[in-house]
């Protein structure tokens, strides 16, 4: 059995501490955190690094190149926009002229015609009117047939002048109702009644109105009442004696 000594021990070999003894305090001791103390300011955050700066400068110089390209792109495109809307401008504009000059020779182009055909249209209204009239009240003839052959002539021409001017839109028109409109009926004659519900009321119509499209050639002839109220019974004056008649007279 080998014993070992002190003297065995090698320097570098620890040597437990005799628990037995009591320990001595450290002379310098730290001093303690107070324990209602602030707590001291946080540590620094640092940003994390820009990706940018960690790329080599073999890949930033192309996307530089390509940041400028479409920065350039960006520019072309809102100069085209910008020619486009102003072509649209321009282009309205011209079709604003243009319908306003097509509006203008066509009110001309209507004016002229009116002009070259209101005389002949005027003449032929008149024409319907005399035939209108002849209707009315045909002559005296020998006998019926012949006067029904007359009616007819008279009536096949009348549709004739109709037929020709509804070729230059004029037509022939009458208004229904029973009341008098001053706006396209002209009051021919006046017939006087003591009917009060009767007043301005159509009494009779006379001849047909013209238009030509919306334009008023000639009003409705018609005949039209005229309230007039019955007279108020005399009175005798007052400053007049009766006069007295002796009987037996």
Same mark, same amino acid.
């Given at each position: ?17 005799? %628990? ?12 303690? &955190?107070? #324990? ?9 955050? /640092?940003? =994390?690094?820009? =990706?940018w700066t960690a790329l080599p400068a073999l890949f930033q110089e192309p996307l530089g190149s390509l ?13 085209? #926009? ?30 002229? !015609?009116?002009?070259?055909?209101? =005389?002949?249209?005027?003449? %032929? ?5 005399? !035939?209108?009239?002849?209707?009315? /009240?045909? &002559? ?17 021409? #009348? ?10 839109d004029v037509y022939a028109f009458r208004l229904e109702g029973p009341e008098f409109d001053p706006r @396209? #009926? ?7 009644? =003591? ?10 119509? $006379?001849?047909?109105?013209? $238009? ?27 400053? @007049?004696?009766?006069?007295? /008649?002796?009987?037996?007279?």
């Amino acid at each position: 059995m080998i014993e070992l000594n002190d003297d065995s021990v090698g320097p570098s070999t620890p040597v437990a501490p005799d %628990l037995s003894e009591p320990l001595l305090p450290d002379p310098n001791p730290a001093p303690a &955190a107070p #324990q209602n103390a602030a707590p001291g300011p946080a540590a620094a955050v /640092h940003p =994390p690094p820009d =990706p940018w700066t960690a790329l080599p400068a073999l890949f930033q110089e192309p996307l530089g190149s390509l940041s400028a390209a479409l920065d350039g792109l960006a520019v072309q495109v809102s100069r085209l #926009q910008d020619d486009f809307e102003s072509k649209i401008q321009y282009d309205a504009a011209r079709e604003a002229q243009f319908n306003q000059l097509h509006q203008e020779l066509m009110e001309y182009k209507s004016d002229l !015609l009116g002009k070259i055909t209101g =005389p002949l249209i005027r003449d %032929l209204i008149a024409l319907h009117d005399d !035939l209108d009239s002849l209707i009315a /009240h045909p &002559a005296e003839f020998a006998d019926e047939a012949s006067r029904d052959t007359h009616l007819k002539i008279l009536r096949h021409l #009348q549709q004739y002048l109709l037929d020709i001017l509804e070729k230059q839109d004029v037509y022939a028109f009458r208004l229904e109702g029973p009341e008098f409109d001053p706006r @396209q #009926q002209q009051n021919l004659r006046s017939v006087p009644t =003591p009917e009060e519900s009767l007043n301005r009321r159509l009494s009779g119509r $006379r001849r047909v109105g013209f $238009r030509q499209r919306e334009r008023l050639l000639r009003p409705e002839g018609v005949e039209v009442y005229l309230h007039v109220p019955p007279p108020a019974p005399a009175r005798p004056r007052e400053d @007049q004696p009766e006069t007295s /008649h002796p009987e037996g007279e």
